[in-house]
Nanobody, 115 residues
């Protein structure tokens, strides 16, 4: 069983930046395509973007050019660098495989963009 722990969220002003981390409990994580997801209040969880085992990345149109996903397999960690944050980016952010596995959902980390 893999456990995923997200961290790095917080309160930031519009236009600001945050870097989220997702630490996996097992080294086998490195074979998975990993995704970052978010869920805003009253909305369904959505895929923000992902990174394949060989570090190819893809993004939702809403974050393309502003968010960057990377991974460090030696540390069993995936990162989400978020720049030029907007009010609409406010959500709880989660990592999971892509496609997501129900058993892997963690607590997420709250990102609040507010002036």
């Amino acid at each position: 069983q893999v456990q995923l722990v997200e961290s790095g969220g917080g309160l930031v002003q519009p236009g600001g930046s945050l870097r989220l981390s997702c630490a996996a409990s097992r080294s086998m994580f490195r074979i998975y395509t990993m995704g970052w997801y978010r869920q805003a209040p009253g909305k369904q969880r959505e895929l923000v973007g992902g990174i394949t085992a060989d570090s190819r990345t893809y993004y939702a149109d809403s974050v393309k050019g502003r968010f960057t996903i990377s991974r460090d397999n030696a540390k069993n960690t995936v990162y989400l660098q978020m720049n030029s944050l907007k009010l609409d980016d406010t959500a709880v952010y989660y990592c999971n495989t892509d496609p997501a596995k129900d058993a892997f959902w963690g607590q997420g980390t709250q990102v609040t963009v507010s002036s």
